[in-house]
């Protein structure tokens, strides 16, 4: 699996969008980036995938870069619900976690 | 749908005494896998398996770690002896199949109290 890294915090007002990077410079050619979020006291839950193309589901938008070396993952009206780590993996076939981004959304 | 059930949700222990988590996946995922997830940390990925096979243990510390899947569906992680250390929250995850463009399905998790 491609490393990935991401900023440990961010704060979010409520109503506006949430932009999260992540950084994945070694990815494969194979390898789709997934964005999962952890709400405390929770399993973790998924969000969005994507290989090359950008995706839009209910919950959110991801952007991949061109090149694939980078990514962002778009909530384009955060509420206080919103507020959670994010997790971003570029994998294959096997799921390794990072530390992921805290994102607080701020009334 | 019923979600990805873990049992039991707190355990508290002292160390040296074993302790058993159990996970019943969501009904026809293939793919299960167990994570290790400290506090302030993301999850760690102990075990993988595909039906009752080990697909990826590599981070699983075997001396004292050891986890089943019977029958393919559900399936129970054990410590024997426990350390302070293996405080944690115990996560349990299924998937469709192990492959690519497949999305995990988490359980709430168990979280283990080693005193």
């Known amino acids: 699996d491609a490393k990935t890294t991401q900023p440990p915090s961010m704060d979010c007002a409520e109503g506006r969008a949430a932009n999260l990077p992540c950084n994945h410079s070694?990815?494969?050619?194979?390898?789709?980036v997934y964005w999962y979020r952890q709400i405390h006291s929770q399993g973790p839950q998924y969000i969005i995938h994507g290989l090359k193309n950008n995706e839009t589901n209910e919950m959110a938008s991801l952007i991949i870069t061109e090149d694939r070396k980078s990514s962002t993952l778009i909530l384009p009206h955060a509420t206080l619900r919103d507020t959670a780590v994010y997790y971003c993996i570029a994998s294959l076939d096997q799921f390794y976690f990072g530390t992921g981004t805290s994102l607080t959304v701020i009334p | 749908e019923a979600g990805v059930a873990q049992s039991p949700r707190y355990k508290i222990i002292e160390k040296r005494q074993s302790v058993a988590f159990w996970c019943n996946p969501i009904?026809?995922?293939?793919?299960l896998y167990w994570y290790q997830q400290i506090l302030g940390q993301g999850p760690k990925l102990l075990i993988q398996f595909q039906n009752n096979g080990v697909v990826d243990d590599s981070q699983l510390p075997k001396d004292r770690f050891s986890a089943e899947r019977l029958k393919g569906v559900d399936s129970t992680l054990k410590i024997q002896p426990a350390k302070l250390e293996d405080s944690a929250v115990y996560l349990c995850a299924s998937s469709q199949q192990p492959s690519f463009n497949e999305k995990l399905f988490f359980g709430s998790g168990t979280q283990l109290s080693v005193l």
């Open positions: 070694t990815i494969s050619g194979n390898e789709y």
């Open positions: 009904s026809g995922h293939a793919t």
